[in-house]
């Protein structure tokens, strides 16, 4: 496949920690990835081994000795599991699934980089990555630079969000969602179904969110619902004219609004309120850099942060 | 343009650990030195409060710390740069860095199936006995060999009868747990057994010989320590310690598998297929006696040192093992860090930092009885189990050698107590994955969670505490300590 047909198709990259969280989230994506212009990668990502922790022993020493003895790789089975539930979702059905093995060496890891591609006769691909890396957030984001994905799901789950560990390894959905070029989906008992929030704030980004979100639900079928909250009451009116535009803009591109909310008050507040009786919340990402969104923590990072169920940050 | 997008802020944010340790350093060195500590002292112990804080936090690589003390020791104190090079060079490190090259040697030759065999053997299926045969199969061998050695051989080992049992992680994760921490703990606990079962060992004896022994005064001559004397004062703690490493495991995790029969049955055919003991095999093992006996019976009259880099030498003659392996499996970094260390702890004893930083921690530990006898025992124990759990054990008896050593001189406690106390509470870093490498080596198997570490290790760390302070009450006084 060339370049130019990489960039046309949707791509999904899952990334899978063996929680029940991410089979969870394995399964939206498979409602999104259902169609023949979708590819869905399945990412395990397995910290490099090294030494400085085993006392001046290199890890890899434990790691040969154990592939002597036949023992695969942690993460092998995750990806398995993931792959036959594709299976049973419908998404690997019908015609022949030619199967092709690569490898890439890492430098500093025995074992390297390890993948299967999946592909059939149209061209729809699935593919089981296997990625070593120093931490799980770095090789999230160093496998999208191999290959530009439309969305990053990932579970909320321990692995991924360390609580106690947050100051002094900012959390791996957390990392991702702040240096990540496309949308993230941070999935807590994702329960397809419900619908998609979408929440706007009238701003230029905020409407082409609105739009490319209403292009996933699409893929999905999911019902739609747009939100807006004023600060104050005099600001009302604004939220209720940016829930018309957006509304207006979904109608042209044949897409219905099931339902319309317009709430005063704290937006973090507000939105973290209203999000439990959809599937996701979908908020966009002002154009802050790195840093900026680090430090000040916009709205969208708030939600992300401490909503009860999944957050899509759209970009 | 915003300074944001042509200074990449994210860097700073991410280091922040390394600018925050700078800061705290620069301003150490300008805050006025205090009367009864010299200048040179002061920066001694600014280096290594510096030092600490990056062992800890990491936010740049470890062997960096190494390189920072050494630039540390030239530049902020003065000190001739080959005085500093010769320094970092002791028996001590000539040690760590022969017995990590006999580590990736010993695990290269495949003795981990006839070890497993020898387990099943003696132990029969019930899962309890299996464990128990592991732990004290893993523990016998880590204490002459070190425990990553020891792990690096038996993790196969314990995830082949996992597997065996069962394909579903989840089916069997209590039983994982058992296995993996038999390996571990059994090999951590063991540790403290030998001088040659951790370079945290090897580092006390040389900081001993280092502080204590004058070579004009025959009266100093009791504390070097030979080979033969720790193991009489150290080993019968591991072994007491054995059977409460298995049936701690087993009140935390209980195993969802009370027999193995399926799995040890699959276990003895796969171990089979090796067929028998080949010359190679005989000669690994007999290379592997000759470096223990030289350990036991020489290494008080050439170093320990010497013995562990001629077990390599020999290792490499026979053809068992092949350069590239030795050079790609152990952490050279590792080495250098400790060489540090080492060198920064004995510039702490000659610039007083350590007599300083010991009397000022005793005039604060007294209000609460601590000061003296069974209270600063307990006191030094616990403060070793903090730092241990938080940064490699070796490191930690390298930074906190010097003060224990000083304090038991200033509160006229035997030294020899305060020595064996902080060097066996060293390996109770049983709460975390990085603590011991026997933990960090059986954690990359996959099959545990750092919350289960924290889950047994505290019940670990209790025990073994309780039974080095009735040892060093009881035990220890009876052989004239």
């Given at each position: 496949m060339n370049e130019q047909d990489a960039q046309d198709r949707f791509r999904i990259l899952v990334c899978l920690d063996g929680s029940d969280e991410c089979y969870q989230s394995l399964k939206y994506a498979a409602k999104l990835g259902s169609g023949v212009d979708a590819d869905i990668v399945l990412l395990y990502v397995r910290p490099t081994d090294q030494g400085l922790r085993s006392g001046g022993l290199q890890v890899r020493v434990a790691r040969e000795n154990m592939l002597k003895w036949g023992i695969e790789l942690p993460g092998i089975q995750y990806l398995k599991k993931g792959r036959d539930m594709l299976k049973d979702l419908g998404v690997m059905s019908g015609e022949e699934w030619k199967e092709e093995v690569v490898h890439t060496d890492v430098d500093g890891d025995p074992l390297g980089d390890n993948k299967i591609n999946y592909v059939n006769e149209q061209g729809k691909?699935?593919?089981?990555?296997?990625k070593v890396a120093t931490d799980i957030a770095t090789g999230i984001l160093e496998q999208w630079e191999l290959g530009e994905y439309d969305i990053i799901i990932l579970g909320a789950s321990s692995r991924w969000k360390g609580m106690a560990r947050s100051f002094w390894d900012p959390a791996v959905a957390e990392k991702v969602a702040v240096h990540a070029p496309c949308s993230v989906l941070v999935a807590r008992d994702l329960d397809i179904g419900h619908g998609h929030l979408i929440c706007t704030d009238g701003s230029d980004e905020s409407m082409e969110m609105v739009r490319r979100d209403a292009v996933l639900a699409s893929r999905c079928e999911c019902p739609v619902s747009l939100m807006s909250v004023a600060l104050d009451v005099e600001d009302e009116p604004k939220a209720k004219e940016n829930i018309a535009k957006a509304e207006k803009m979904l109608n042209e591109l044949g897409i219905e609004v099931e339902e319309t909310i317009i709430r005063t008050g704290n937006p973090v507040e507000e939105i973290i309120e209203a999000g439990p009786n959809y599937s996701l919340i979908v908020i966009s990402e002002s154009s802050k850099s790195g840093l900026q969104r680090f430090f000040m923590g916009s709205v969208a990072f708030k939600v992300m942060e401490n909503a009860h169920n999944s957050v899509l940050v759209a970009r | 343009m915003t300074i944001g997008t042509w200074l990449n802020l994210y860097f700073f944010w991410e280091k922040k650990w390394f600018f925050i340790a700078m800061f705290v350093g620069a301003f150490m060195l300008h805050l006025p030195t205090p009367g009864d500590l010299s200048r040179e002292g002061m920066i001694i112990l600014t280096m290594s409060i510096v030092a600490v804080i990056l062992f800890i936090t990491e936010p740049v690589p470890l062997p960096t710390v190494a390189l920072l003390i050494v630039i540390g020791q030239v530049v902020?104190?003065?000190?001739?740069?080959s005085e500093v090079a010769k320094s970092l060079m002791t028996d001590s490190v000539l040690f760590i860095m022969g017995s990590l090259m006999l580590a990736v040697a010993v695990v290269k030759q495949k003795l981990d199936k006839r070890l497993a065999w020898l387990i099943v053997r003696m132990t029969g299926t019930k899962t309890w006995r299996v464990c128990l045969g592991i732990t004290v199969v893993s523990g016998v061998l880590a204490s002459f060999i070190g425990e990553h050695t020891v792990a690096a051989m038996m993790l196969p080992v314990g995830i082949t009868l996992i597997t065996l049992t069962s394909d579903d992680p989840r089916k069997v994760r209590n039983l994982a747990a058992v296995l993996l921490?038999?390996?571990?703990?059994?090999?951590?606990?063991?540790?403290?057994?030998?001088?040659?079962?951790?370079?945290r060992n090897a580092i006390m004896i040389g900081y001993w010989k280092e502080f204590f022994y004058d070579p004009t005064n025959p009266e100093t001559l009791k504390f070097l320590v030979s080979y033969m004397d720790w193991m009489i004062h150290a080993y019968p703690m591991f072994l007491v310690q054995v059977p409460f490493v298995t049936a701690i495991l087993f009140w935390t995790f209980r195993p969802e598998y009370r027999d193995l029969s399926r799995a040890v049955v699959k276990l003895r055919a796969l171990i089979e297929e090796e067929g028998s003991m080949k010359a190679a095999d005989w000669m690994s093992i007999l290379i592997f006696f000759l470096v223990l006996v030289g350990w036991i019976a020489i290494s008080g009259d050439i170093g320990m040192g010497t013995i562990a880099v001629a077990g390599a030498a020999m290792f490499l003659v026979a053809g068992l093992v092949k350069w590239e392996?030795?050079?790609?499996?152990?952490?050279?970094?590792?080495?250098?860090?400790?060489?540090?260390?080492?060198?920064?702890?004995?510039?702490?004893?000659e610039t007083g930092a350590a007599q300083w930083v010991a009397e000022h921690f005793l005039t604060f530990l007294s209000p609460v009885g601590a000061s003296e006898g069974f209270g600063l025992w307990a006191a030094v124990s616990v403060l070793t189990t903090g730092v241990t759990n938080m940064m490699s054990n070796g490191a930690a008896v390298a930074v906190l050698g010097p003060i224990v050593l000083k304090m038991s001189v200033v509160a006229q406690e035997s030294p020899i107590i305060?020595?064996?106390?902080?060097?066996?509470?060293?390996?109770?870093?049983?709460?975390?994955?990085?603590g011991t490498p026997a933990c960090t080596i059986v954690y990359a198997s996959g099959y545990l969670k750092t919350t289960d570490f924290l889950k047994v290790g505290w019940k670990m760390a209790i025990a073994s505490t309780i039974i080095m302070l009735v040892a060093a009450k009881l035990y220890w006084p009876l052989l004239g300590i």
């Amino acid at each position: 496949m060339n370049e130019q047909d990489a960039q046309d198709r949707f791509r999904i990259l899952v990334c899978l920690d063996g929680s029940d969280e991410c089979y969870q989230s394995l399964k939206y994506a498979a409602k999104l990835g259902s169609g023949v212009d979708a590819d869905i990668v399945l990412l395990y990502v397995r910290p490099t081994d090294q030494g400085l922790r085993s006392g001046g022993l290199q890890v890899r020493v434990a790691r040969e000795n154990m592939l002597k003895w036949g023992i695969e790789l942690p993460g092998i089975q995750y990806l398995k599991k993931g792959r036959d539930m594709l299976k049973d979702l419908g998404v690997m059905s019908g015609e022949e699934w030619k199967e092709e093995v690569v490898h890439t060496d890492v430098d500093g890891d025995p074992l390297g980089d390890n993948k299967i591609n999946y592909v059939n006769e149209q061209g729809k691909m699935v593919v089981l990555k296997l990625k070593v890396a120093t931490d799980i957030a770095t090789g999230i984001l160093e496998q999208w630079e191999l290959g530009e994905y439309d969305i990053i799901i990932l579970g909320a789950s321990s692995r991924w969000k360390g609580m106690a560990r947050s100051f002094w390894d900012p959390a791996v959905a957390e990392k991702v969602a702040v240096h990540a070029p496309c949308s993230v989906l941070v999935a807590r008992d994702l329960d397809i179904g419900h619908g998609h929030l979408i929440c706007t704030d009238g701003s230029d980004e905020s409407m082409e969110m609105v739009r490319r979100d209403a292009v996933l639900a699409s893929r999905c079928e999911c019902p739609v619902s747009l939100m807006s909250v004023a600060l104050d009451v005099e600001d009302e009116p604004k939220a209720k004219e940016n829930i018309a535009k957006a509304e207006k803009m979904l109608n042209e591109l044949g897409i219905e609004v099931e339902e319309t909310i317009i709430r005063t008050g704290n937006p973090v507040e507000e939105i973290i309120e209203a999000g439990p009786n959809y599937s996701l919340i979908v908020i966009s990402e002002s154009s802050k850099s790195g840093l900026q969104r680090f430090f000040m923590g916009s709205v969208a990072f708030k939600v992300m942060e401490n909503a009860h169920n999944s957050v899509l940050v759209a970009r | 343009m915003t300074i944001g997008t042509w200074l990449n802020l994210y860097f700073f944010w991410e280091k922040k650990w390394f600018f925050i340790a700078m800061f705290v350093g620069a301003f150490m060195l300008h805050l006025p030195t205090p009367g009864d500590l010299s200048r040179e002292g002061m920066i001694i112990l600014t280096m290594s409060i510096v030092a600490v804080i990056l062992f800890i936090t990491e936010p740049v690589p470890l062997p960096t710390v190494a390189l920072l003390i050494v630039i540390g020791q030239v530049v902020l104190m003065g000190h001739d740069s080959s005085e500093v090079a010769k320094s970092l060079m002791t028996d001590s490190v000539l040690f760590i860095m022969g017995s990590l090259m006999l580590a990736v040697a010993v695990v290269k030759q495949k003795l981990d199936k006839r070890l497993a065999w020898l387990i099943v053997r003696m132990t029969g299926t019930k899962t309890w006995r299996v464990c128990l045969g592991i732990t004290v199969v893993s523990g016998v061998l880590a204490s002459f060999i070190g425990e990553h050695t020891v792990a690096a051989m038996m993790l196969p080992v314990g995830i082949t009868l996992i597997t065996l049992t069962s394909d579903d992680p989840r089916k069997v994760r209590n039983l994982a747990a058992v296995l993996l921490f038999s390996i571990s703990y059994g090999a951590s606990v063991a540790g403290i057994g030998t001088p040659s079962g951790g370079a945290r060992n090897a580092i006390m004896i040389g900081y001993w010989k280092e502080f204590f022994y004058d070579p004009t005064n025959p009266e100093t001559l009791k504390f070097l320590v030979s080979y033969m004397d720790w193991m009489i004062h150290a080993y019968p703690m591991f072994l007491v310690q054995v059977p409460f490493v298995t049936a701690i495991l087993f009140w935390t995790f209980r195993p969802e598998y009370r027999d193995l029969s399926r799995a040890v049955v699959k276990l003895r055919a796969l171990i089979e297929e090796e067929g028998s003991m080949k010359a190679a095999d005989w000669m690994s093992i007999l290379i592997f006696f000759l470096v223990l006996v030289g350990w036991i019976a020489i290494s008080g009259d050439i170093g320990m040192g010497t013995i562990a880099v001629a077990g390599a030498a020999m290792f490499l003659v026979a053809g068992l093992v092949k350069w590239e392996d030795i050079n790609s499996g152990v952490n050279w970094g590792v080495i250098l860090l400790y060489a540090a260390a080492i060198s920064l702890g004995v510039q702490m004893k000659e610039t007083g930092a350590a007599q300083w930083v010991a009397e000022h921690f005793l005039t604060f530990l007294s209000p609460v009885g601590a000061s003296e006898g069974f209270g600063l025992w307990a006191a030094v124990s616990v403060l070793t189990t903090g730092v241990t759990n938080m940064m490699s054990n070796g490191a930690a008896v390298a930074v906190l050698g010097p003060i224990v050593l000083k304090m038991s001189v200033v509160a006229q406690e035997s030294p020899i107590i305060i020595r064996y106390i902080t060097a066996v509470s060293s390996s109770f870093a049983y709460l975390t994955v990085v603590g011991t490498p026997a933990c960090t080596i059986v954690y990359a198997s996959g099959y545990l969670k750092t919350t289960d570490f924290l889950k047994v290790g505290w019940k670990m760390a209790i025990a073994s505490t309780i039974i080095m302070l009735v040892a060093a009450k009881l035990y220890w006084p009876l052989l004239g300590i």
